[in-house]
T-cell receptor, first 111, second 114 residues
């Protein structure tokens, strides 16, 4: 079982739509979660951390569901500039191992 | 503040040649990571260092790959000899600690082996 799994998409949504991605993780002891954004032919960039109580940054909301072992990213009022691949990141399977990255979910926001 | 700096940005070379990729981590970061990214396999961790010491190189695909970190501000990833299947984007990332902290990526090196 992969440590972090995401639906690769693509998710094609119209401008202004709300879209949500989920990501499941296998390490039940995992404490650290992040969402990264990667534009085409660019490096992954940290979008936001995911806190236990959930957190919001503008149009973006991240949530953690420990019972079902998944994190989510919600994007409201989608913009064309939101088109990118979103990578889910969590702790490694064993203690003291680096973060593991999902393969990403591709989002295309269409005019 | 300067981010992670990688060089070269692009490298095109013939198979059999030696390739050296370079990385300067963010000052103050104690952990450095080398990744390879392809469409098929996504982002793969090749090796990581903590305080300049290699911790886990189990992701290095073959003995043709080697990495060094002679000091806190410089690391290299070397492929010798290179093969066409090594073509990928190679990223270097750094963070304050190996775990729990977000990693910051360089722009990457786009490597093409002909």
């Amino acid at each position: 079982r992969k440590e972090v799994e995401q639906d690769p998409g693509p998710f094609n949504v119209p401008e202004g739509a709300t879209v949500a991605f989920n990501c499941t993780y296998s390490n039940s002891a995992s404490q650290s979660f992040f969402w990264y954004r990667q534009d085409c032919r660019k490096e992954p960039k940290l979008l936001m951390s995911v806190y236990s109580s959930g957190n919001e940054d503008g149009r973006f909301t991240a949530q953690l569901n420990r019972a079902s072992q998944y994190i989510s990213l919600l994007i409201r009022d989608s913009k064309l500039s939101d088109s990118a691949t979103y990578l889910c990141v969590g702790d490694g399977e064993r203690g003291n191992t680096p973060l593991v990255f999902g393969k990403g979910t591709r989002l295309s926001v269409i005019a | 503040d300067a981010g992670v700096i990688q060089s070269p940005r692009h490298e095109v070379t013939e198979m059999g040649q030696e390739v050296t990729l370079r990385c300067k981590p963010i000052s103050g970061h104690n952990s450095l990571f080398w990744y390879r990214q392809t469409m098929m396999r996504g982002l793969e961790l090749l090796i990581y260092f903590n305080n300049n010491v290699p911790i886990d190189d189990s992701g290095m695909p073959e003995d043709r790959f080697s990495a060094k970190m002679p000091n806190a501000s410089f690391s290299t990833l070397k492929i010798q000899p290179s093969e066409p299947r090594d073509s990928a984007v190679y990223f270097c990332a750094s963070s304050f600690f190996t775990t729990n902290q977000p990693q910051h990526f360089g722009d990457g090196t786009r490597l093409s082996i002909l």
